[in-house]
């Protein structure tokens, strides 16, 4: 623009170049974008625009069973949402479910991968043995813990009881939120040895060297060595494992369809709308608390995410 | 991954005391692959001896394998939901990668100014609850009459994958030496050429390893599938849930159909271990 201005037959070379450099680094900026944009615009379209319907529909009171036609409400759901017993309940079962999974799955994970690293007869098919867990579709390993090993008449955890003189427990009855802790460590313990592993195989030899010239016992190498180098791993594993098991629904579907004291909180807000409640007001306005909480516990988790990173570039 | 007799000094870890170990981990693994073991087992019984006190040894029958394949018209069958998933899980990962392969280089290699957020915009899509969704999405499904259909599914699926293969292909691509596109440069290689020649050549295990990754999510998802696409034109695990039955015994069936179903991820999955190691640590830490 500048450069247009300047009267013709005395250019002003200054101006014409900063032009030029703006041009092509508006240029440079657009052609930078262009192979993100795609994937950008699909990603906004699919997974923010329903949370757009979501507010919408939140402000209404709008039930299909029995048919009501919407009508606008304010904030009256969010209010009535919070007193719900049955949410706090679920919200409860969601904390004990995830920390409890999270945590139990990262220390059996971190022994598995303990014992993974080093050399014995037959390691790769151990180590095959026991990733599969990991391998399963989460409705069959649902099913198959129901149905084979914790079932009281046909299940092999009972015939085992039985085999040792005791009485039969049926598990899943009498521990519905425990039994699906045990499914969802069994499936990801696997999952936090292969992150542990793939920390303890980066380990430089020359420190360790150092520390046995030094004289440095077994434990404390452990202790001072091997555990604040694993930290980042643990940390990675547990943001991860968080991400995922925060959105456990599979397993309680096929194992207790949210029986007693099982119903976190995305099988609840399930419950609430197509899942038979049909109450789709109420239902939303749970979404947007639901999506609201995620936010904060994902600020935090990203941070810890953006801490490795920072750590990654520093190196 | 094998650890040289030098490691294994500097580990600490003696002959004996490695060999005792080696026993305990193998004690292990048989635990924890046990209830996929008893899967495959009870698959070979009859009914009556899998609805029984569990034993070990007995009869094995393909009578349960037969009958979890036949056809019964109008119901979803075995054929239909592994034609359904395949074409479902095959297409949006293709879709993923065409979709995440430019994003990443355009976050790494050619990177904009705040890649950073970007990335970060990408994974905080993950913890989003999709049940919160699942409303919203029903809906614009029904109105756009893609419910009950592969389509809902293959849209659904990408996006579920877009944000971890981005996520991962960027630390892939990190690891191309900027002196290597460079140099093409220099010698004139245009943008093709730089990709063809230079980049994917070095990123080209990533971009398999990414690819396993969404074929596993994918195939195992259970959620979306029985809430937008629960009929005729359903997936596998939706299928696996038909085979539990609240009249007469379905234990040894449920047990064949399960282990069908998981086989292809758990193949998959057994073939390319150690590239998913690398993959789902994602190269966040070096």
């Known amino acids: 623009m500048t450069a247009n201005a300047e009267p013709i037959g005395s250019p002003d070379p200054a101006a014409e170049r900063a032009a030029a450099i703006a041009a092509f680094q508006r240029r440079d900026k657009w052609r930078r974008r262009l192979p993100l944009l795609p994937a950008l615009l699909f990603t906004v379209l699919v997974t923010q625009v329903p949370f757009i319907f979501n507010i919408g529909f939140s402000l209404f009171d709008w039930k299909i069973v029995p048919p009501t036609d919407p009508t606008f409400v304010g904030v009256d759901n969010f209010v009535e949402g919070y007193a719900n017993p049955f949410f706090l309940n679920a ?194 306005a749970y979404a947007i608390i639901v999506v609201i909480a995620s936010i904060i516990i994902a600020t935090f988790a990203l941070r810890v995410l953006s801490s490795l990173f920072q750590r990654d570039e520093a190196v | 991954m094998t650890l040289t007799a030098r490691d294994r000094v500097l580990r600490g870890q003696s002959r004996w005391g490695t060999a005792a170990l080696g026993t305990v981990t193998w004690l292990v693994a048989a635990l924890f692959f046990f209830p996929v073991f008893w899967m495959v087992l009870n698959s070979f019984k009859t009914e009556a001896v899998a609805n029984a006190s569990p034993v070990l040894f007995f009869e094995p029958t393909l009578e349960r394998w037969e009958a979890v394949t036949e056809v019964t018209r109008g119901l979803l069958g075995f054929s239909e939901a592994f034609t359904n998933s395949f074409v479902i899980v095959i297409v949006s990962t293709l879709l993923v990668l065409v979709l995440a392969i430019p994003a990443a280089y355009a976050l790494s290699i050619n990177p904009i100014k705040n890649w950073r957020d970007v990335l970060f915009f990408f994974i905080s899509t993950k913890f989003l609850p999709i049940v919160a969704a699942i409303l919203p999405l029903w809906i614009i499904a029904r109105d756009l009459g893609i419910l009950n259909s592969q389509l809902v599914l293959i849209i659904l699926y990408t996006a579920m994958n877009l944000p971890l293969a981005v996520w991962m292909l960027n630390s892939f691509f990190g690891e191309v030496p900027r002196e290597l596109i460079e140099a093409a440069q220099m010698d004139g290689t245009g943008l093709f050429g730089q990709i063809k020649d230079v980049m994917l050549p070095i990123v080209a295990p990533g971009v398999a390893a990414t690819a396993l990754l969404c074929f596993i999510f994918a195939w195992n998802e259970f959620f979306l599938a029985v809430q937008l696409n629960p009929v005729d034109s359903s997936t596998v695990p939706v299928w696996v849930t038909s085979n539990v039955s609240t009249r007469g015994n379905f234990l040894a069936k449920l047990s064949a159909a399960s282990t069908l179903a998981v086989l292809p991820v758990v193949i998959a999955g057994w073939i390319a271990q150690k590239r998913m190691i690398r993959g789902l640590s994602m190269g966040a830490i070096k």
């Open chain 1, 91 to 284: 919200v409860v079962v969601s904390i004990l479910m995830t920390t409890s999974a999270v945590l139990i799955s990262l220390l059996v994970g971190t022994g598995l991968a303990l014992l993974l690293d080093r050399q014995f007869f037959g390691r790769g098919i151990a180590r095959t043995l026991l990733i599969t867990p990991f391998l399963i579709m989460p409705v069959v390993a649902g099913l198959i813990w129901k149905n084979n090993m914790f079932s009281s008449t046909f299940g092999v955890l009972n015939a085992l009881l039985e085999g040792v003189g005791l009485d039969t427990v049926p598990f899943v009855e009498r521990w519905p939120m425990w039994s699906i802790v045990v499914v969802l460590v069994w499936q990801w313990s696997p999952f936090m040895m292969l992150i542990i592993l793939a920390g303890l195989q980066g380990q430089p030899n020359d420190i360790l060297e150092a520390a046995r010239v030094d004289r440095a016992t077994g434990p404390s190498i452990f202790r001072q060595i091997t555990l604040p180098m694993l930290r980042p791993y643990m940390e990675l594993g547990v943001v991860l494992g968080a991400i995922y098991l925060l959105q456990v629904f599979d397993q309680i579907e096929v194992m207790t369809g949210g029986g007693p004291g099982s119903t976190n909180v995305p099988y609840f807000v399930y419950q609430r709308s197509i899942g038979g409640g049909w109450d789709f007001g109420q239902a939303s």
